[in-house]
């Protein structure tokens, strides 16, 4: 498994986009980006997956550059809910059953 | 609300005590999975079943044991466990064993005396 680095934490205000990079230097040519959201006591959920370039479905958008050697996640216009730990997981799902958490980064919204 | 329930919500056990956690899905997903998350730690897989069948023991210690009766349904059961095994569990279900995209249950928050 590819392995990846998040910042620890941001901050940012409502209404504010807000951009988490993770860096996976050594992904592989099978490996998929996938993105979680976990907020306190409460189990992980899937955000977003990508592969290479751009996806964006209701809650956020994925960016990838053409070398994948690191991805960003954006969410547009926070609110204070969306205070959470956000998670990004690299890995062949073809090959693999593990989905490896790491320490993620801790969001926090404020008013 | 994701389509995967867990019981109970809390649990406070002793060491000597034997107790067997709850997940189910409802999601007609054929693959379920354990999670252990301990404080200040990341999510560690502990098992993997693929139509009830067990795929993956990450080295998980005896005291747990894992059962998987039907597609939707888990149980962890517990016994003889150590103060350092208090945490929160969580279930997690996917359409197929090989997809990253999974939908994990609230947790059990485990509590070992």
């Known amino acids: 498994l590819a392995k990846t680095t998040q910042p620890i934490s941001m901050d940012s205000y409502e209404g504010q986009e807000v951009n988490i990079t993770c860096s996976h230097n050594?992904?592989?040519?099978?490996?998929?980006i996938t993105w979680y959201q976990q907020f306190p006591s409460q189990g992980p959920r899937f955000i977003i997956q990508?592969?290479?370039t751009k996806v964006t479905n209701e809650v956020a958008s994925l960016f990838i550059p053409a070398d994948r050697k690191s991805s960003t996640l954006s969410l547009p216009r926070v609110s204070l809910s969306d205070t959470a730990v956000y998670y990004c997981?690299?890995?062949?799902?073809?090959?693999?059953?593990?989905?490896?958490f790491g320490a993620g980064t801790t969001v926090t919204v404020r008013a | 609300e994701t389509g995967v329930t867990q019981t109970p919500r809390h649990l406070v056990m002793g060491m000597t005590n034997k107790k067997s956690l709850k997940c189910e899905q409802h999601?007609?997903?054929?693959?379920m999975y354990w999670y252990k998350q301990s404080a200040k730690k990341p999510l560690e897989l502990m098992f993997v079943?693929?139509?009830?069948?067990?795929?993956e023991n990450n080295s998980v210690p005896s005291r747990f044991s894992p059962e998987c009766p039907n597609s939707s349904h888990l149980f962890l059961h517990l016994h003889t466990l150590q103060p350092e095994d208090s945490a929160l569990y969580l279930c997690?279900?996917?359409?197929?064993?090989?997809?990253?995209?999974?939908?994990f249950g609230p947790g059990t928050r485990l509590t070992v005396l």
């Open positions: 997690a279900s996917s359409p197929t064993p090989r997809d990253f995209r999974q939908f």
């Open positions: 050594n992904i592989a040519t099978n490996d998929y």
């Open positions: 990508g592969y290479k």
């Open positions: 997981l690299v890995g062949d799902p073809n090959n693999d059953y593990k989905l490896s």
């Open positions: 999601l007609g997903h054929n693959a």
């Open positions: 079943y693929s139509l009830e069948e067990r795929v």
